[in-house]
């Protein structure tokens, strides 16, 4: 049985691969799988991830901006970055994800690979965006009350 961290994990790295090679070919993609040692099916759930998220990256990426205080969203370290993609994907698009549990995931890989730091810089940016994204999902249940 796959876990959803290893498909958190696999995800976060191939975003991370995708941050510094840029887009990657199928040949690229292949032998990224093939050095990771996945199963086709962790594989599969990883590249869905990742799918999602690069189908919504402006977004993705606009929200995090906008939750990083005092400090650039072009200054973050690549891992530090997809790390939250991640964690604020599945904060605005996964709501079978509880947001303790995305933020909880994204802090434990931050853990895994980044440093403790990392961990409580994760922690206060993806914290912030579940409030703001509370407080929308609220207001908008409010209005149509």
Known sequence: MIKRREIR?????????????GE???????AFWQLHSAMPKLREKAEVLVRGIMANLPEIDETIAASVQNYSFDRLNSVDRNILRLGTY???HKPDVPHA????????????????????????????????TRDRVGAGTSKSS
């Open 24 to 30: 990657l070919r199928d040949g690229d993609r292949d």
């Open 101 to 132: 549990v995305a933020i909880s995931e994204a802090i434990e890989i931050a853990n895994r690979f980044a440093t403790e730091e990392s961990a409580r810089f994760v922690n206060g940016v993806l914290d912030r965006i579940a409030r703001i």
């Open 90 to 92: 599945e904060l605005l």
């Open 9 to 21: 994990e696999a995800a976060m790295q191939l975003l991370f691969a995708q941050d510094l090679h």
